[in-house]
């Protein structure tokens, strides 16, 4: 009895040394001694036997509890990741966090990460852990590589030794990363949203092992939290960007009421300037300074009734194909550059064109100010020619006296012309028309409303129309008139123009002169032409109630008679000569008795002055005629100098 109870005794020592080293969490080298210590001590069999069971046993123990911890450590990792899941990232940022918890989490040499397209390829968009630069952008192709098998299955797929797995799949660009990362061990885990993936995530060592149930159960809960942080990451980027997106649209809907709210305030203050009675160029200026531009206003004949500044050069073809397609689309249209032209249109009536040179590019509410702004003026134009057509019978009679009653202007003349804001003590000039052609009533009303906007008077007499316009410029006025009428009518007008006159008293012989250019140019065959006594020369002349010699002279060889004047040159004389000597420039030397050469250059200082034309017919005759009637003024002159005075009576 007392071996046995020391056989139980020592037995249980054994297991007590055993449990000692477990509540030690003693090394596996402890065990190993307690084994080796009992073989040297001699125990009989049995105890030993007992011993390397307990010990066995107590290994179990302790490898249960250590993996116990590792998952209780896993598992806390796995939290502290899922919380930092619930932080916001940007998706870059979140992947970036996920691959390197998965590579911590798990001790792996490498870990990246790879995304889906809608068209199922993929491609790597996170690493961490490579020492080269081939993953991040790599362009994984379908059906190969592990990825691409993991999202297939659903399923985790790992390798042991990847480059020498044959049971795979393998693609040149992913096996070209694998040699050059040195990896061996391989696994890949699906990204699952619901039905579909949304990528994989991957883990490697540069070692050949194989991975155990708890790596492969840990990575996929890793990329299933992954999965859901991922989603809500989109989720929220995009309800960011739509949000962006929102406070650009209230910003740019903020915008666009601010802009049409200033848009029909410009509209109200035009609307004001028409109904206020501005005249066009206030409402050009007000319309240009909306738009931050150079306006300029056309007639429906392209004659520029106001501009407020320098316009580039226009292709006037260009501008009358714009104008042809703003007159048929009833809207502004865009020519080279920053160039607009918009019609101004009263219902199918063309009234004329708007040309806008914007300093700045046009925005959609610009453009329709634009339009507006030709609706104003149209609205104006209209206006203009009710009021012209209202006030015209009184022009016609205050012309009537001036014409019929040219010494009779009296202080209740004068209080009707300032009524009329018209001011008779300026120069004026006297237009007659003469349509070739037609009906007169449509010549009559637009001359109602172009003397209306110039600030003069009109009247209808013997078949024409007599326009009194403030000017010193006969020739001009004339042409102006006949430029805009003559397109309106559709066939030629014929003008005679005279002026200017300095007073009232003078309207009537101005007129008659008019009419003598109207007729002279009747009688010379010039119909749809215009003459003023200017552009009629000595015909003007003999035509003029004055008969202004001096004045004949000086706009025909005037430029010569001062430069004799002013060098003490003798061109006036060569001029004589040469026109005496039929053109000959050597007889002309003879006459003067200087060389040939002398009279050449001469006549080349002659032609700088008078022009290259001197010497052509028409304008030798009126030199001729003006060398003469400067010759016959000195002789009488000299006459008048030599007639003894008469005796004085006492």
Not at 44 to 69: E, F, H, M, Q
Not at 303 to 311: P, S
Not at 334 to 357: K, N
Request: charged letters at 25%; aromatic letters at 4%.
């Amino acid at each position: 009895m007392g071996e046995i109870g020391t056989r139980d005794g020592d037995a249980a020592d054994g297991v007590l040394a055993v449990l000692e080293l477990l509540a030690k969490e003693a090394p596996q080298s402890a065990y190993d001694t307690l084994l080796d210590e009992a073989h040297g001590a001699g125990t009989d069999p049995d105890r030993l036997a007992g011993l390397t069971r307990a010990v066995a046993l107590a290994r179990s123990v302790r490898a249960s509890a250590s993996r116990r911890k590792q998952r209780e450590a896993a598992l806390t990792a796995l939290v502290d990741t899922a919380h930092d899941l619930t932080s916001p990232y940007d998706i870059d940022g979140l992947l970036r966090l996920i691959t390197r918890r998965a590579r911590r989490l798990l001790g792996f040499d490498m870990a990246w990460l790879s995304l889906s397209r809608p068209d199922g390829s993929a491609y790597v968009r996170t690493s961490e852990g490579e020492t080269t630069a081939l993953n991040i952008g790599l362009e994984l192709r379908t059906g190969s590589g592990l990825g691409s098998i993991a999202q297939q299955r659903r399923s985790p797929v790992w390798s042991a030794d990847y480059l020498n797995d044959d049971t795979i799949v393998h693609a040149p660009g992913i096996d070209a990363v694998v040699r050059a990362e040195s990896l061996h061990a391989i696994i890949a885990v699906p990204l699952r949203r619901g039905d579909s993936t949304l990528g994989a995530l991957y883990g490697a060592d540069r070692r050949v092992r194989r991975f155990t149930p708890d790596e492969i159960g840990l990575l996929l809960s890793l990329a299933d939290l992954a999965a859901v942080a991922l989603e809500k990451a989109r989720l929220l980027e995009q309800t960011r960007d739509e949000v962006t997106e929102l406070a650009a649209f209230g910003t740019r809907t903020n915008t666009a009421l601010t802009r049409v709210r200033y848009l029909w305030e410009c509209h109200a203050r035009l609307a004001g300037l028409v109904l206020d009675g501005a005249g066009l160029a206030t409402l050009a200026h007000a319309t240009a300074d909306a738009l931050d531009g150079v306006l300029q206003v056309r007639d429906p004949g392209g004659r520029v009734l106001t501009v407020t500044g320098e316009l580039p050069e226009l292709d006037e073809e260009s501008v009358t194909k714009a104008a042809l397609q703003a007159l048929t689309g009833r809207r502004p249209v865009r020519l080279s550059g920053e160039v607009w032209l918009a019609p101004v249109l009263a219902g199918a009536e063309d009234l004329g064109v708007l040309l806008l040179s914007a300093s700045a590019p046009l925005a959609e509410e610009d453009v329709r100010l634009l339009g507006l702004a030709a609706q104003s003026v149209a609205s104006l134009m209209l206006i203009q020619r009710g009021t012209a057509a209202a006030e015209g019978p009184v022009h016609d009679e205050l012309l009537a006296d001036l014409l019929e009653r040219p010494h009779s202007f009296d202080l209740r003349l004068s209080e009707r012309t300032r009524r009329l804001g018209i001011d008779l003590d300026r120069p004026h000039v006297v237009v007659v028309a003469r349509p070739e052609g037609g009906e007169l009533g449509r010549a009559v009303a637009w001359a109602s409303s172009y003397a209306y906007r110039m600030g003069g008077l009109k009247g209808v007499r013997r078949g024409c129309i007599v326009l009194l316009l403030p000017g010193t410029d006969a020739s001009a006025a004339a042409h102006r008139v006949s430029g805009e009428l003559s397109p309106l009518l559709g066939h030629a007008v014929s003008t005679g123009a005279a002026g200017p006159a300095g007073g009232p008293g003078e309207v009537a012989r101005v007129y008659a002169e008019a009419v003598r250019c109207l007729d002279a140019l009747t009688a010379l065959d010039g119909a749809g032409g215009t003459a003023s006594l200017r552009e009629l020369g000595f015909v003007g002349l003999l035509l003029s109630a004055d008969h202004d010699v001096e004045a004949y002279i000086a706009s025909t060889i005037g430029p010569v008679l001062e430069y004799d004047a002013d060098r003490l040159t003798d061109l006036t004389r060569t001029l004589d000569a040469y026109f005496a000597s039929g053109g000959s420039p050597t007889h002309a030397a003879e006459a003067l008795h200087v060389h040939p050469n002398t009279v050449s250059r001469r006549l080349e200082r002659i032609t700088e002055l008078l022009g290259e034309g001197w010497q052509k017919p028409g304008q030798a005759l009126e030199i001729q005629m003006a060398l003469r009637l400067r010759k016959t003024r000195a002789v009488l002159h000299a006459r008048r100098s030599t007639q003894p005075h008469a005796p004085t009576t006492p």
